[in-house]
């Protein structure tokens, strides 16, 4: 399986990877996943998406557990059994679907390794819907435009994330989209925050609360800082980095029209 390539925007994006290096690598069609063993779930994904090969498939393929990686190293369907946690793609299904209907069906069909998954409260308010509005805006705008595009996915693990049948529930979840602009490489960052839905004490996994899920555009420094991990170039690609942009800090999003794309 070919996995991530780092120079599929015609210019070099590495892998993100942590300090002292330490993560299995495991390489799918057009993705790669970076799994964290003690966490049991990927501190990095990366996927290449081709506006101009994308396909709309039906929804095939079964969650599984990815057999080249220990189970004890995976969160399989145990922690998502009988409760109101959501197996979240990381890597999204539609994402790796371009090229032929053949080597799209492999690859969609790849993304329900357990690997590429992590889990989510499951209820669906403005901001979740805001985070995965989010996700249709990228693969719209590389479809609409057959751009290019290389998106980085993940939790951020926080020493705080609550324990549950033998792991941590992330509370936050990264989202780097990378693309090159009229003139270079440019770049945005987001998190998602679930803090608010997520409660483990006596067996209470999700909580219905109104405006639960919180979404921001964040400095990709803030991310590197948050995660340990080193983004490359896409510090210094970051739209935020332009005058009086990477001043605001974090800006919580309320719709897509607050979603800062460019330089100007």
Do not use: C
């Not at 989510?120 to 805006?137: C, I, R, T, V, Y």
């Not at 939790?155 to 509370?171: A, E, K, N, S, W």
């Amino acid at each position: 399986m070919s996995g991530y390539e780092p120079g599929f925007l015609g210019v070099e994006v590495p892998l993100p990877t942590r300090a002292g290096g330490g993560g299995r690598r495991l390489d799918y069609p057009r993705f790669s996943v970076v799994l964290d063993a003690q966490r049991r779930l990927a501190a990095v994904t990366a996927v290449n998406i081709d506006g101009a090969r994308l396909l709309d498939l039906p929804r095939t393929g079964e969650w599984r557990l990815d057999p080249r990686a220990p189970a004890d190293e995976q969160t399989g369907p145990e922690v998502y059994a009988r409760n109101d946690l959501d197996r979240g793609h990381l890597v999204r299904r539609r994402d790796p679907g371009w090229g032929t209907a053949a080597e799209a069906r492999e690859a969609t069909e790849a993304t329900f390794f357990y690997t590429n998954a992590a889990p989510q409260a499951a209820d669906f308010n403005q901001s979740k819907e805001l985070w995965l509005g989010l996700e249709d805006h990228v693969l719209a705008f590389a479809e609409a435009s057959d751009q290019r595009i290389s998106v980085f996915t993940a939790p951020i693990f926080g020493d705080d994330d609550p324990p549950y049948r033998g792991i941590q529930v992330p509370l936050r979840f990264y989202k780097i989209a990378a693309w090159v602009g009229a003139e270079a490489l440019e770049a945005a960052g987001f998190v998602l925050d679930q803090s608010e839905l997520v409660d483990t004490r006596q067996g209470v996994v999700a909580v219905d609360r109104l405006g639960g899920f919180r979404t921001f555009q964040v400095p990709i420094s803030d991310i590197a800082a948050a995660t340990g991990l080193d983004f490359g170039p896409l510090v210094d690609a970051d739209v935020l980095e332009i005058a009086g942009a990477r001043a605001e800090g974090w800006r919580e999003l309320g719709g897509a029209s607050d979603i800062r794309w460019g330089r100007g």
